[in-house]
């Protein structure tokens, strides 16, 4: 698995042939006029508020995330979950990670934590989270199905794995994109059950969230 650090994936429908692989390896995206402009397009495309709705997202919960690069969807679960809550900040690139840091101190940000993780288990280090969430990057992932299994023994029995990735389905088949069955079926190999959510209101992206099937 790889997760770039410096990767942005920008799935604007206008934009979608020219940015989709907006990957920012080699480009200067961390600079803060690129960053502000892209999170921009995301917030209008992704709707990430509405997002943290449906899934659930409350305050006071434990949260870990996967593949957060420069902290795009951290912040914004952060100030969801409140100063009660803590989020757990994964990546496997050390200088993504601290980016984060670098904002939390400018920002006196104090309930994200950042975990180094490896190519197939982000070693959260808790093993009873509400809910792991892998946001626009699971597609990028190399040890998809691996992660997955991993993922299980950091949440606590009644918690959930909240995948938010491009649906083929919506922007076209892709050999890129995992497409909804493809995730159903990763999940049933790491012993995941899923539950519908409604994510009729994204153009280009899909919510799957799946709970750990005990004794599996």
Same mark, same amino acid.
């Given at each position: 698995?790889?997760?770039?650090?410096?990767?942005?994936?920008?799935?604007?429908?206008?934009?979608?042939?020219?940015?989709?692989?907006?990957?920012?390896?080699?480009?200067?995206?961390?600079?803060?006029?690129?960053?502000?402009?892209? %999170?921009?397009?995301?917030?209008? !495309?992704?709707?990430? /508020?509405?997002?943290?709705? *449906?899934?659930?997202? @409350?305050?006071?919960?434990?949260?870990?995330?996967?593949?957060?690069?420069?902290?795009?969807?951290?912040?914004?679960?952060?100030?969801?979950?409140?100063?009660?809550?803590?989020?757990?900040?994964?990546?496997?690139?050390?200088?993504?990670?601290?980016?984060?840091?670098?904002?939390?101190?400018?920002?006196?940000?104090?309930?994200?934590?950042?975990?180094?993780?490896?190519?197939?288990?982000?070693?959260?280090?808790?093993?009873?989270? %509400?809910?792991?969430?892998?946001? !626009?990057?699971?597609? /990028?992932?190399?040890?998809? *199905?691996?992660?997955? @299994?991993?993922?299980?023994?950091?949440?606590?029995?009644?918690?959930?794995?909240?995948?938010?990735?491009?649906?083929?389905?919506?922007?076209?088949?892709?050999?890129?994109?995992?497409?909804?069955?493809?995730?159903?079926?990763?999940?049933?190999?790491?012993?995941?059950?899923?539950?519908?959510?409604?994510?009729?209101?994204?153009?280009?992206?899909?919510?799957?969230?799946?709970?750990?099937?005990?004794?599996?």
């Amino acid at each position: 698995m790889k997760i770039p650090s410096y990767r942005l994936t920008i799935l604007t429908l206008g934009l979608m042939a020219g940015l989709m692989f907006g990957i920012a390896s080699g480009q200067d995206f961390h600079g803060g006029a690129n960053r502000e402009t892209i %999170d921009k397009m995301r917030d209008r !495309d992704l709707q990430p /508020e509405k997002i943290m709705e *449906a899934i659930g997202l @409350r305050p006071g919960m434990i949260v870990g995330e996967a593949g957060a690069s420069y902290g795009y969807f951290t912040f914004k679960m952060c100030r969801q979950i409140g100063n009660t809550g803590t989020v757990y900040a994964n990546d496997i690139d050390s200088a993504a990670l601290r980016l984060i840091e670098k904002k939390c101190g400018v920002e006196k940000i104090t309930n994200i934590k950042t975990v180094l993780g490896a190519v197939d288990d982000p070693f959260f280090p808790k093993s009873d989270l %509400d809910m792991v969430v892998v946001f !626009d990057c699971l597609f /990028e992932f190399s040890e998809q *199905a691996a992660w997955m @299994r991993n993922a299980r023994k950091y949440l606590k029995p009644e918690g959930r794995l909240v995948i938010i990735d491009p649906d083929p389905s919506k922007i076209g088949p892709s050999a890129h994109f995992l497409s909804r069955q493809k995730i159903r079926e990763f999940a049933r190999e790491a012993g995941y059950a899923i539950i519908e959510i409604d994510d009729s209101f994204l153009k280009s992206h899909m919510i799957v969230v799946l709970r750990p099937i005990p004794g599996q």
